[in-house]
């Protein structure tokens, strides 16, 4: 924009000016060279054209800089072009519609007003000034990383979780496939709910843990329990299973938070089923 223009032309102004023929061969050369580092911030079409307009207000602290100190250019660790480089990499990608960006830009607010404020000719300023912007990229960077870290943990969650439900689902169905005999209530149980108990254990103690090897065994004793028992010591073995089947189906229920009134009818349903 226009605006940008300006700013790139303040030194390359300055040197133009009449005042600017009384300017030595040295002095010439460092306008031109501090011009130039503005340039490549400037041309970055990856920084907002909001910080490129409070970086340009560095170009005459930043000239100031180096005229006084000609190891200016030859140590790009220098705190004053530390700064700028720093400043231009913190304001790369800055989306301002979030708040990092926001508070990525009210950094670099902070740090030009302060220059523009207290810089004479005391050189530690900018060095305090590098110190606070890459305390900033670094708290940044660690917020990222957290953020990331936490999708993964949660992608990673929803996949166990995925995975425990197919599984669950599977050996549910898999029993039911081949007993077509099973009473309605019994198999409307095993599929809703059971299979949601499986997919806890599976998910939380894992596959082939106690648990998961309880909930599979109360699985099997309750498909066998209500198959038609022809022998008196069939019938006799399912009134000595009864009671503690009962109670892990209750915990299984439990479980899968069923609610009270889906567990009463189940276990109501059940009792004729035995019968």
Known sequence: TSAEGALVNVLRDLKAAPQGASLGTVDAMTIDIVAMLFDYVFEDDHI???VKA??????????KVALLDKSFFSS????????????AEASIGLDTSTAAGVAALAMVEKVVTRVLDEFE???ALFESAVVDVERFVDDQKRAEEQIVERSARLIEAREREELARMVAEEEVARRLAVRQWVPPAVRTMLEQHWSRALADVHATEGEGSQA???????????????????SAEDRKRLVTMLPAMLRHLHDGLHRAKAADAERDRFFGELVDSHA
């Open 121 to 123: 000719t005391d050189l």
């Open 212 to 230: 998961w090897q309880g909930f599979m065994l109360t699985m099997d004793d309750l498909l066998w329990s209500v198959e038609p028992k022809t």
């Open 48 to 50: 907002p054209s909001s």
């Open 76 to 87: 790009k660790a220098h705190p004053a072009r530390r700064l700028l480089d720093l400043l």
């Open 54 to 63: 409070l970086l340009g207000r560095l170009q005459i602290p930043t000239l």
